[in-house]
């Protein structure tokens, strides 16, 4: 709850009249706790779960022959029968999982002092935080994502993420309940080393599970944003991932590919594309004698 009983007390505050988000955020947070404001990560990740994925349904079943050629798996299909079973599960594992470890983790996010009051971060602070979230995320994911592709802990755990060999939007938070509090904790490293505002943590939580359901969305579509993302694996990485299943010891990485490039755990992935262009050159060059054009489609 902020300090403050009124507007111009915070203006004197900090020292300066408050920005009209300032202002805005005032106005709704002024009576509010600071737990009850934390939970709103409950309402937006149900949102997230619920609704992000429906633009890559909406695309497949009234655009599916406009972006056919970007679908990386082609040959699977999953009926919505499927789709809503998938679904069913997510928010199952939300409700007795998701939900409850956000009303008692709060605690923690005030202990790394994650703050409500004013001012608010500005833009560039925003920025920077985020990128450091996602940086240190990725990297902790990493090793961890790495040993649960150990013998044990893809019997035990991870091989229910991995029901998906041609995953789909909704399948981004399919997990074991034991790999979603365990993968919870590289989330919370980034705050923790860079502590900011509520509004940046409510933006990093959103952001990281938009990324999953992209990477997990089953199409590399050329207009997403991400692509000028440096670094970013997207969905065409991550899905080779999947389509390797349980044997995978390739493209471990949750966001960036540096740590996959470092360690050398990417090794499958590039060769497999270097033997996809090799062909596609083939193909075309075969097209040209003949007099035509060869069309080479992906086909995992």
């Known amino acids: 709850m902020l300090p403050f009983k009124s507007i111009q007390e915070a203006e004197i505050a900090i020292g300066r009249s408050p920005t009209t988000a300032e202002t805005i955020w005032f106005n709704y947070s002024v009576n509010k706790s600071d737990y009850y404001l934390y939970c709103h990560n409950i309402l937006f990740l149900f949102l997230i779960f619920s609704c992000i994925p429906l633009y890559y349904l909406f695309l497949e079943l009234f655009f599916r022959k406009s972006i056919l050629s970007y679908k990386i798996q082609p040959k699977v299909n999953l009926s919505l029968s499927d789709v ?14 998701v939900g409850p470890l956000q009303l008692v983790s709060y605690p923690s996010v005030k202990m790394i002092g994650i703050r409500t009051s004013l001012p608010l971060p500005s833009l560039w602070e925003i920025l920077l935080q985020l990128g450091t979230y996602f940086i240190v995320e990725d990297y902790f994911n990493y090793w961890i994502h790495r040993f649960l592709h150990c013998k044990w802990g893809y019997e035990k755990i991870h091989k229910v993420h991995h029901e998906y060999t041609a995953p789909i939007g909704y399948a981004a ?31 990093w939580i959103a952001l990281r599970q938009i990324e999953a359901i992209e990477t997990h969305s089953g199409y590399d579509l050329p207009w997403t944003l991400t692509k000028y ?72």
């Open 84 to 97: 809503f079973r998938c679904y069913k599960s997510v928010m199952r594992m939300f409700i007795l999982v």
């Open 229 to 300: 993302v440096p670094f970013y694996g997207g969905p065409d990485y991550h899905d080779y991932h999947h389509y390797v299943g349980g044997q995978s010891q390739s493209n471990f990485a949750s966001v960036f590919t540096y740590c996959d490039y470092i360690y050398g755990t990417d090794k499958g992935y590039r060769y497999q594309k270097k033997v996809l262009q090799q062909l596609k050159g083939a193909s075309n060059t075969n097209g040209e004698q003949n007099g035509g054009s060869a069309k080479f489609a992906k086909d995992d």
């Open 173 to 203: 938070p399919y997990a074991h309940w034991l790999e979603i509090l365990i993968l919870g904790i590289p989330s919370f490293m980034g705050p923790a080393i860079a502590p900011g505002h509520m509004i940046t943590f409510w933006l």
